[in-house]
């Protein structure tokens, strides 16, 4: 028996192309034009025209976007893979205990199998959920075996991946120069399906040591990504020996910078770099404050990211909304601090999508080949749509729509690079059994590691001591509330 994917895998496979129909088309391009009623026409692995009732031929498979939205493939600038295999396990962690969990205590014991089944499940989830393009923030390849593991799994999906090796387990300045690392670069093909890019952070040490790495970086023709601006971690002393020693450069990513002064802010600026904000992250954890606030005021360029499916999962619908919500709250509250009232928003629907679009296909440097539906380009593309749902209409504001109604359970059909990897609402010739059978063997191999004991307290952290404030007012059943000696100003809460 042939399920309706496979059935319709077959249908794909040797047709001349594919044309999406008659969808509301945000094509994101400079001028953000949106398309009522379009076709996108894909032929081969790129875009061929995007217009209304396109002409195509004979045998090109059609898809019905009609009620929908079709948009470019979204693109995650910061996503640690390899801890998709213990999917929620820190979701009432803070950074601290991050920190102490994977760099302190249990990273080490992570094999290259865990890593592979870690980037296995959630590069299929990225694609599930319309995330065309992901950079794979992979800093637990303690040995080359460990990278070698991350980019199978990458490879074995049809998704866009950027792996950006990282080793929270030795200094940046340390593995990156050794023969190892240099053979893995020199034997691992890169292309617009499989990119590299470098990940450590700069911890403010005065000698620098990862000075070396940058120079590997620069040697090897690799962009660097990096955490900065991270409460209690990394701060604007590292950022200043970036500047200094010339290291800062358009393709450099800085991920949160959520806790830099201005000064470090205008360095970012004037060399050209970004920032991938983690909101969701962000506000769990507390790397500092979504910081799209304020780069907007430095004119630095955005993408979006999820960081870790520890905590988050790879759905940047979450992404874009609540990067809407925290830079509004932030204005708000800075506002109502000066006794104002905010009229006016800055921060737009439509700059989140783009955010989730251009702006990671901007910072990857990929800008001439995804992030935007225009001929030529690469065919990656989204289509949201669902018919069973009261929240596809009206469609009156398309991004609005995007950002503030659509979820990822609303992604019907998914392409990357002309394939079609998703279509009405399930994953096209992409197993998960064996997604499956490779995480529950790494959570069982975790568990007997650590114990029963250290598994279940890493996940369920001990709650800090509530202090409750003395209330004035007692309630009665018998009379109003009332106060023996109301307070008029009473003590504000939250302190
Ligand atoms: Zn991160």
Redesign the pocket.
Known sequence: MTSPSDAFAERISGAPGVVVRAGTVLTMDDRRTVLPNADVHLVGDRIAAVGPQLDVPEGTVEIDAGGGIVMPGMIDT?R?MWQTAMRAYGADWTLTQYFVWYYLEWGKVFRPQDIHAGNLVSAIEAVDAGVTTSVD?S?GLQTVEHAEAAVDALRSVPGRFVLAYGNIQQGPWVWSVSAEFRDFVARTPRSDMLGLQLAFDVTGDPEFPEKAAFEAARDLGISVTT?AGVWGATNDVGIRQMHEHGFMTPSTVY??AATLTNDSYHRIAASGGSVSV?TE?EQSCGQGYPPTWVLRSHDIPVSL?M??SVWQSADLFSAMRSTLGADRSRVHLEAHAKGDTVTHSHLRAADVVEFATRGGATALGMDDLVGSLEVGKKADVVVIKNDHSPVMFPLVNPYGHVVMQAQRGDVHTVIVDGRVLKHDGRLVGIDLAPARAAVESTVEYLKATLGTEAWEKGMNPDIPERALLENPYQYSDLAMPTAEEPDPEPEPSGT
């Open positions: 910061h640690h923030w800093h955490h991920v949160h983690a992250s990211s960081d870790t």
